[in-house]
């Protein structure tokens, strides 16, 4: 069934993201705050609307993809948000990197007011978002998620419903968490090969299919080694991230030293200019001549 979908938030991923829902023959409404990011978007066929509260009133699905869990708060539950905005029946999916609790809150105030919410952070960086690999990790009601798996599924390939509402949050956590100091391993790895003569490349070739094997050594040492660090995923959003985990971590009773680590490290380098860097940006730290 075609759809007409809302599409808050069109940045390294949300392109691509909403270029696929185009594809698959939905009628797209866009906002962002910074009308140009849309212009591709636009030039294929999207519709620009004005504001939040007009896009929530067009729509039948709103999806949103922020920077900041402020962002998230202001877009669903500010006065000419899209929860006062929208109308009975709508299903809002955001799919930010944002809190569990907040993502708790606005599942609630969804069903106080006949809307249909899932929290769905997503996974796979620019990469993902451009191929249409996304993992998807969706909290919320099941038969929410059942009538959302077509959309998902021109947007990612792995869409799991982890539980109830901000249980995709947490998911998304548990995955920062992993790749904090995955990031840091990686970047060592690579200087390390570096400062001991070795081929790069070569080393990565060979290490990239054993024990050592992950998304980060595949596909961001290659950039690591090329010097290319411009952003799949920002460093300055990286850094939310780990402090939501480390919060939510805190709440829970647990201690992250790994993860706590990563954040001095990814910090430092936003001090030195590089939070719209990408992740990879973190060899530097290692990589001195």
């Known amino acids: 069934m075609k759809q007409r979908i809302g599409f808050i938030g069109t940045g390294v991923m949300g392109e691509s993201m909403a270029n696929h829902l185009m594809k698959g023959g939905h009628e797209l409404f866009i906002y962002t705050r910074t009308k140009s990011k849309a212009n591709g978007l636009l030039e294929n066929g999207a519709k620009w609307c004005e504001t939040v509260s007009e896009l929530a009133k067009s729509v039948d699905v709103v999806i949103t993809m922020v920077g900041y869990p402020t962002d998230v708060r202001e877009v669903y539950l500010g006065l000419q948000g899209i929860l006062e905005n929208a109308s009975q029946g709508t299903y809002i999916i955001d799919m930010t990197t944002s809190s569990p609790a907040l993502a708790k809150e606005i599942f609630e105030e969804a069903k106080q007011k006949g809307m249909y919410s899932l929290d769905a952070p997503v996974s796979g960086g620019d990469i993902g978002a451009r191929d249409a690999k996304l993992t998807i990790m969706a909290g919320g009601e099941q038969v929410v998620f059942d009538y959302m798996q077509p959309i998902f599924k021109l ?3 792995n869409v799991v419903l982890q539980g109830e509402a901000g249980a995709g949050q947490f998911t998304k956590m548990a995955n920062q968490i992993a790749i904090a100091s995955t990031m840091m391993g990686v970047s060592e790895s690579m200087a390390y090969a570096k400062k001991a003569g ?3 490349e070569k ?5 990239q299919t054993g024990a050592a094997g992950s998304f980060s050594l595949s596909k961001l040492a290659p950039r690591m080694i090329a010097g290319d660090f411009a952003p799949g995923f920002y ?5 939310k991230d780990m402090g939501i985990a480390i919060d939510s971590a805190k709440e829970l009773g647990m201690d992250t030293p790994g993860l706590i680590q990563a954040k001095k490290l990814y910090e430092q380098l936003a001090e030195d200019g590089e939070g719209n860097s990408g992740t990879q940006a973190l060899y530097k730290y290692y990589d001195h001549e």
């Open 155 to 157: 947007m990612g390939e």
């Open 198 to 200: 070795l081929d790069q």
């Open 203 to 207: 080393v990565l070739s060979s290490i």
């Open 235 to 239: 460093i300055k959003h990286f850094i």
